[in-house]
Structures are given as C-alpha cells and as structure tokens.
T-cell receptor, first 113, second 114 residues
Framework: GENVEQHPSTLSVQEGDSAVIKCTYSDSASNYFPWYKQELGKGPQLIIDIRSNVGEKKDQRIAVTLNKTAKHFSLHITETQPEDSAVYFC????????????FGRGTSLIVHP | GAVVSQHPSWVICKSGTSVKIECRSLDFQATTMFWYRQFPKQSLMLMATSNEGSKATYEQGVEKDKFLINHASLTLSTLTVTSAHPEDSSFYICSGGQGTGEQFFGPGTRLTVL
C-alpha cells in the first residue's frame, strides 16, 4: 500500500519568513495530493491540492509543487503570519482507490511574532 | 466552500454505554463519507469508508460490531460507538467527498469515556 513520509515534524519560523514542508510517497499510481491545516481541537481544513497532471499550483501565499519522477511534493508558505500556526498534513490518494487518502504524520508549524 | 457539521462536538459517557455521532454535509451531497480517529499529536487514522446506501468498508483492525456506521442519505452518516470503554476515548472526525478527491472535514467530536 501507499506510504507517505512527511518532514519536518516541527517547524519554527519568524513571522514574515517562508516555511516549506516536504512529503514523499511510494505508490507511483497516486494522482491526487491535498494539504490540510488543522488547528487545535478542530477538524482538518483543505488549503490546497494538486493533481498529477501539473507540477505547481499557487493560491496567494500558499503553493504546492509536485515532482512525479522523484515522488515528492512540497507545501510552501510565504510571508508567514502567526495565524498560520497549526499542524499541516499532506496526503496522497488514487482515483482508482476511491481517493482514500494516506496521510503523512503531520508538521507542527509555529510562527513567532 | 463545502461545509460538514458534526454533532455533538464533545461527549462524556460512562463505560458500557453507546454513543452516536452524526455527520452532515450541509451544502453538498457526499457520495462517500469517511470516519477517522485521531489521538493527541498524531495523524488521522481512517476507520471506515461508506457510500450512501451501502455497508461501510472498515479498515483492518477496526471492529465493525463496535463501531457501527450508517450512511442513510447523501447528507447524513452516523457513527455509533457501542459499549464504549475508556480506550475508545479519542477525537472522531468525519469527512465527505464527491468522488473527485477533495474531502471536506467536520469539526470533530471529542469522546471521553469514564
């Protein structure tokens, strides 16, 4: 089955800096890669996703890149703000597998004001 | 964006009782609903996947007789934890999808079994 590795487990940055979280996956058939933000005591919120037919996607301060050959994808957050502090999860899934996701272990992002 | 609600947001019960958690998709029809369990500082663990009108598919190691899942309509799924014990205490989260990959998560239900 699919295996998703996520690094780092904890990331501490100063407000205004950029943050990068990286994930690798094992199943080359995976074709959908979402990123979720989870605040304490709440459910995850989809913040951006990418499909295997594109290499990069951007939404304001958030971007995701995908390297299918190397089987890794990354989340980039620019101009970080304290409200970006949360746990971020990456996931990989396959259309043929009913898009059942395999999640990474999460990255706790702390943005210091 | 798509909104999913869960009820209750938290529940405390005595050991041996059953607890039902409702998950509703408020502004879309969820052809598939997912139930997760999450322990503190850990990732989401998929418990089961259910399609409307069909029996749920449980992940390996999840007791289907203990965690009863019903997906009666395209907007409602329920999870019943039967004969709950302290080790069932956890954060339970549902999500809904429409077969496109995106999943929209509920706010979660904190279950504490005394």
């Amino acid at each position: 089955g699919e295996n998703v590795e996520q690094h780092p487990s904890t990331l501490s940055v100063q407000e205004g800096d950029s943050a990068v979280i990286k994930c690798t996956y094992s199943d080359s058939a995976s074709n959908y890669f979402p990123w979720y933000k989870q605040e304490l005591g709440k459910g995850p919120q989809l913040i951006i996703d990418i499909r295997s037919n594109v290499g990069e996607k951007k939404d304001q301060r958030i971007a995701v890149t995908l390297n299918k050959t190397a089987k890794h994808f990354s989340l980039h957050i620019t101009e970080t703000q304290p409200e970006d502090s949360a746990v971020y999860f990456c996931a990989a899934s396959i259309k043929g597998g009913s898009y059942i996701p395999t999640f990474g272990r999460g990255t706790s992002l702390i943005v210091h004001p | 964006g798509a909104v999913v609600s869960q009820h209750p947001s938290w529940v405390i019960c005595k050991s041996g009782t059953s607890v039902k958690i409702e998950c509703r998709s408020l502004d879309f029809q969820a052809t598939t609903m997912f139930w997760y369990r999450q322990f503190p500082k850990q990732s989401l663990m998929l418990m089961a996947t259910s399609n409307e009108g069909s029996k749920a598919t449980y992940e390996q190691g999840v007791e289907k007789d203990k965690f009863l899942i019903n997906h009666a309509s395209l907007t409602l799924s329920t999870l019943t934890v039967t004969s709950a014990h302290p080790e069932d205490s956890s954060f339970y989260i549902c999500s809904g999808g429409q077969g496109t990959g995106e999943q929209f998560f509920g706010p979660g239900t904190r279950l504490t079994v005394l």
